[in-house]
């Protein structure tokens, strides 16, 4: 009787093989990540040293009324590609919404789609104070899993 082997593939190995296979099927959108991860080691460094209207105005794409560059690519797939970027949790990139948010804002700038970048805070249990940022298009949330119930304390641009 032969024996099976479950063989299971290092972390690493796994990942690696994972972003080889998106650079070979997904060229465009691997430079874009790459790009989008620019953004947010920029972003990531210049918060340490400039005020946060400064680092916003900076990383903000100031061409208006561009045409999408590329049709195919919606919000959707915008916010995953980020999401999945500050997901690796590794050095800069981490899941935080103020990272989140103006790079998101960022590119759907690039992609024709007008936002805003919103912080806000409210008051949780204890009396402490929790902080979200957020994009709005239209005024409404955008791409946010459920209405942020915060009270907006900046916006950008205002």
Known sequence: MPVEHTHKRPEKAW???????????????????LRMGAWVALLSLLIKFLPLPRVLSLIADTTHDRKPRNPRMNEQRLAQLVDALLGMNVLCFTPTCWKRAPVL??????????TRIVFGVRKEKDSLLAG?????????PLLEASPPQYTTTYSFPA
Do not use: N, Q, T
């Open 15 to 33: 990942i690696a093989g994972r972003v080889v296979h998106f650079l070979g099927h997904k060229p465009g959108e691997a430079f874009l990540l």
């Open 105 to 114: 804002h960022r590119y759907l700038s690039l992609y024709g789609i007008k």
């Open 132 to 140: 979200h940022a957020w994009l709005e298009a239209d005024g409404r």
